[in-house]
């Protein structure tokens, strides 16, 4: 199996996993980029994350364009993923999603930030990027890839950022990772939320959030471990396969 | 397939949605405007929405009553419906629901806005219809047609107006709509709680309100996508067809 | 059939749906007074609510002995039904539960009143009975008929009980209304405790409570909509039966 | 069967439970003391709890050996584990876990204490461990002997430690109690964050915790019907058998 056709498979259980974690509802999606053709990638057409399969994954350029002749209606905001893949060569995978927990933060000042353990990957800060800025009063969508580059000037070097009003955007160098950080994130700000009607919290130090990213990889033993038990909740365990050790990685190309 | 038909099959898609949603539970309505004789209205007869099916859907008049000989119990607040198809001409399909998460908004002075955009079409304005300022000490149903009457000059040209101590009704322009409205009210309602602990929030403007209704059909990709979501997750996807397409949208009559 | 047998399957089918309503979990109990001998009550034995069926019904005296030789454990807190019993005449069915919303209600000084329709079953005043008041340090259980009448004489004329730092005590004049209550105190609760979070919150008059006991008997349409919904939810619709009307209602002995 | 094999038994009940509850998710861990050789403890494999089976479960010694030759992944933080029962002649059953509902207690100042009577054997104080205080910035997991031994000094004679932005470290004299505490800690947290929401809190006194806990044993009437209803709701009632009364209690060795 090429490493292509390892990440689509993947790709299905991640889109199955956020739709049972409840990342992602009707609305939502996930994509990763091309592992050999760095100015590609894939996302699904336009269905409800939970219902994805193989088929339904579709090749796109970075300006959200399907590759080939395709006739299926694509994801409206398939341009927050164009514009991040865009302007940061480090990122692998992309998540968008309305998940309910982050809204609060996205329309009130307080700053959304790592106060527990499994929050680390979001990073130090989580800026929110309003549409209103630069593109005034819109349906709040991301609708073109003008404001899909918006956005991710907005991301810069972070790992997430939130979306006034309307939800969150997620960068990792990986698939798996992207799928945890989006799983955790919501909790995390759950957590965060509870704790200041308890008063001040404390937040992770850069240098507990640096510990952390040294410690895990897509395909450390502790990573897969939730990678399994995800998607045996989503029912879709059987679609996983074995954990690519070092040896076994699937080949690029 | 009529479009009567066509409805009716998507009013019973409307009952499960409602109830797998957690907007009703043993009780909360849903009714649509017959497509050519608009003095009348179609709701289920008095059972849980979870359990509706084709046959359990009574046409009514404006004023409540069951059209013809039927000899089952109806919805005891039937009269919201009618109140506002009489009042709105505009107005192709109600909801009335409990919704938990809309409760403490209709018992404080805090009033519900729009904050996330999934909670555009609810509108600038919600107002609270308090059933004792014409109507005195009652047991907070809509009862009879005058509380009907009432309750939709309280809505106005509104979307949705809150029903102190008791839940909301809503009114939209088709019934993909107002169930759609109907899941993501409470939702904001969710949001804008948690949002208002932390401080601050911002909400939509009309400008973005207004953006927001001129991009969203009943049939667009985006609103069926949820409808399909809804519909498979409540275990009645195979209830759902095709989508109408501009095309094949069915006849009147 | 007669009365009593109609009660004990009914006292099954409450079992199963406050544990799927999350009133009670491996702890709680409901019971209804024998329809023949006021001296008498059936409740469960020691098993959790979601597994009781017919042959763990126990006829208990008023001091919560099993009548006749019963080898299986009992209630440890069957005391709670019989001090009610006791006190109360007019008292037909007893629930006691620990349901989560409640609690904060129970060791706060802000008093749990009814804000929305389906909790004005509660009534206008809802005292927090504290065991430490008159026993001192115990283990917080009503485990003898002394703490039981301690109990009753604090619940008074009212409805419900909160006991602090362990749930509540409902008292109503049908089985099926008892178990309406305890559903929606709950919900009731949330409600207002979101509320307050918002600022100063409208409670239901005393006359609108007046007006909701008057429109509602165990038997009527909307009351036994929502006994079907639930028994169903819980998997046992199938117990419930034909709705008594007042000709048939199942005849006394 | 010995009670070797009988408790090995009720370890995998242990951890469905645990996840069933939503107390552990992919992470989290629960073990016990080998009843004949203090100085060993078992705990599953590194896998998801809802997967573990009897063939999962390994035997570790106090510094977080595998016994014998173990090809197979071990949880990275059973150091928790050996550093407790190093310390704790007392303690026969460990549990860690990342619940979300304590997560606030252990980020604020407010400290959690036991507020309703299932919470009563988290016993008065609750102490938090921060891995920085003694360790600096880390990935903030128990990686190696000394930092569980110094969660396990910070623990002291408690028996729940709360671990900043992490989650809880939980201990007692039976794995039963240990589940049941696991649970009820949780619920206790949410019940003491909305109570503090209204206004200042009553908590139990430490003569009530001590009377609970002179009220209740691992294989008492009480304690037994939550651990079958509990298995019975993850699935595995069927593994849980019959309740040891005091002359059928497993025999040592």
Redesign the interface.
């Known amino acids: 199996m090429s490493e292509l056709d390892f990440l689509i498979g993947q790709l299905v259980v991640a889109n199955r996993i956020l739709a049972k974690e409840d990342v992602v509802?009707?609305?939502g999606h996930v994509s990763f980029r091309h592992p050999d053709k760095p100015e590609r990638f894939f996302l699904s057409r336009?269905?409800?994350p939970?219902?994805v399969e193989r088929g339904d994954i579709v090749e796109h350029d970075l300006e959200g364009n399907a590759i080939g002749d395709e006739p299926r209606?694509l994801y409206?905001e398939r341009f927050i993923h164009g514009g991040i893949y865009e302007a940061r060569p480090d990122v692998q995978a992309v998540v968008h999603a309305?998940s309910?927990a982050v809204?609060?933060?996205s329309?009130?000042?307080?700053p959304l930030r790592p106060?527990?353990?499994?929050g680390?990957f979001m990073g130090r800060t989580v800026p929110v990027w309003?549409i209103?800025d630069n593109f005034?009063?819109?349906?709040?969508?991301v609708s073109n890839i003008a404001q899909g580059r918006d956005l991710a000037e907005c991301l810069g070097a972070n790992n997430v950022a939130l979306m006034?009003?309307?939800g969150f955007a997620a960068a990792s160098k990986s698939l798996i990772e992207v799928v945890r950080m989006s799983v955790y994130v919501p909790?995390n700000a759950?957590?965060?939320?509870?704790?200041?009607?308890?008063?001040?919290?404390?937040?992770?130090?850069q240098?507990?959030i640096?510990?952390?990213n040294?410690?895990y990889g897509p395909y450390s033993?502790?990573t897969w471990?939730?990678w399994?038990?995800?998607a045996?909740?989503a029912g879709c365990g059987h679609l996983v396969g074995k954990r690519p050790g070092e040896a076994e990685k699937p080949a690029k190309g």
Request: negative net charge; glycine residues 10%.
């Open positions: 509802d009707a609305y336009s269905i409800a939970e219902l209606s409206l309305h309910e809204l609060p933060f329309i009130a000042v307080e106060v527990i353990h499994s680390s309003d209103a005034g009063d819109t349906n709040l969508l006034r009003g309307h909790r759950r957590a965060l939320l509870a704790g200041l009607g308890l008063g001040p919290v404390k937040s992770l130090t240098g507990e640096d510990a952390r040294r410690g033993v502790e471990r939730a399994e038990f995800w045996s909740k």
